[in-house]
């Protein structure tokens, strides 16, 4: 399909990328989890969780996008299944976030954890109803979507591993 073409080394490059990303952060939380706080599992499924679904979630684009499909408007319909489970997920980290104890969230965090991922994944929705029409532009959102995802994801990694190492272990 000729609107997939050109995308190839990106595609390639951000996959790659995100799947390293997470199992990094499955080394850093193994190395942390030596000394987990009390309710730790409260705080790690509203800020720790949610990462690994931006990764996984980027790893899955990268990877639904090499596929040589015959028509765009199959892919375009996944990712647009994932952009709305996105969406939902992303309201569900929401509600985790105000019902843990652990961490007292910052605007920040609310950014970063669920303003910006509802962004991300209405963005990838909205790129699913628009492929038909403008594939190109389509395939830009997406693209949009992946790599802000990466960020995010990378965002929050290292906020994570800064709280615990430097907040969480002085305490």
């Not at 990712?79 to 969406?87: D, P, V, Y």
């Not at 509600?95 to 965090?109: H, K």
């Not at 990378?154 to 615990?164: E, G």
């Amino acid at each position: 399909m000729s609107e997939l073409s050109g995308r190839d080394s990106f595609y390639v490059v951000v996959g790659s990328g995100a799947g390293a990303l997470i199992g990094l952060q499955f080394v850093v939380m193994t190395l942390i989890a030596e000394r987990p706080p009390l309710r730790a599992a409260d705080a790690g499924a509203a800020f720790a969780t949610p990462t690994i679904v931006h990764f996984g979630t980027v790893l899955l684009l990268s990877a639904l996008l090499r596929v040589p499909w015959q028509s765009m408007i199959l892919a375009a319909a996944l990712w647009g299944f994932i952009g709305l489970g996105g969406l939902v997920y992303a309201m569900i980290v929401a509600r985790r976030i105000r019902a843990q104890t652990v961490y007292q969230p910052e605007l920040e965090d609310r950014v970063f954890h669920v303003l910006l991922p509802l962004a991300a994944y209405a963005m990838l929705a909205l790129s699913a109803f628009a492929a038909p029409f403008h594939s190109r532009e389509a395939l830009f959102g997406v693209g949009g979507a992946a790599l802000l995802l990466l960020f995010i994801g990378i965002h929050n990694a290292w906020d994570s591993v800064f709280y615990h190492v430097f907040v969480n272990v002085r305490q």
